[in-house]
């Protein structure tokens, strides 16, 4: 499987006990929503299917798994901090209202002092916001996404239109 055949859901946080069991941090907020018979583990730039044998969910957006032939620590080691992906078939379905940040990816983001900054390459999301990364004049910025700096989001045309604070990309650009 590529990554893109896949959506990322979250990542691993730490081994429980001694046979194998993981910690996983959902980053996809529907993760209760996501059927778990297998999942996808980046392991440097492959993702390697794990067979999930058991899965608890817990209340603060994270689950322990446990996963077929990964039956002690020692095999569960390599897995720690490690991104996880679904396949694209298994993403819930959602109406036609729903909108959600990383939908942007691939959009193009345009600042109404500076013109066109570029194609929106990554959405990550953080703690308190979501941040777009744009390459600017052969550079990487990243700018936060939140309704304060965007003035439009045209769905057809693919554009996001913002008014970002004076300075923010000369912190990038100097």
């Known amino acids: 499987m590529k990554h893109e055949e896949a959506f990322y859901i979250g990542y691993v946080t730490k081994t429980r006990g001694l046979k194998g069991e993981v910690q996983i941090f959902f980053e996809f907020d ?10 996808f583990a980046d392991m440097n730039g492959k993702l390697v299917p794990y067979f ?3 899965a608890k969910f817990q209340v603060n ?5 446990n996963f077929d ?7 569960a080691q390599p897995l720690l901090k490690k ?3 679904l396949p694209l078939t298994q993403m819930p379905e959602r109406g036609e209202d729903e909108f959600f940040y990383t939908d942007l990816k691939g959009f193009m ?3 109404e002092a500076l013109g066109e900054l570029g194609e929106i390459l990554e959405v990550n999301e953080y703690p308190q916001q979501f941040v777009a990364t744009v390459l600017y004049k ?3 910025i990243l700018f ?6 965007i003035v439009e989001i045209d769905d057809d045309g693919k554009i996001l239109t913002l008014d970002l604070p004076e300075g923010l990309l000369d912190i990038y650009l100097s």
């Open 61 to 65: 957006k994270t689950g322990y798994f």
């Open 83 to 85: 991104k996880l992906y």
């Open 144 to 149: 936060p996404l939140n309704e304060d700096f």
């Open 109 to 111: 983001a345009v600042d």
């Open 138 to 140: 052969e550079t990487e």
């Open 69 to 75: 032939d990964v039956d002690h620590i020692d095999k």
């Open 52 to 54: 999930v044998a058991s």
């Open 30 to 39: 529907e993760y209760e929503k996501l059927s778990f018979d297998v999942i």
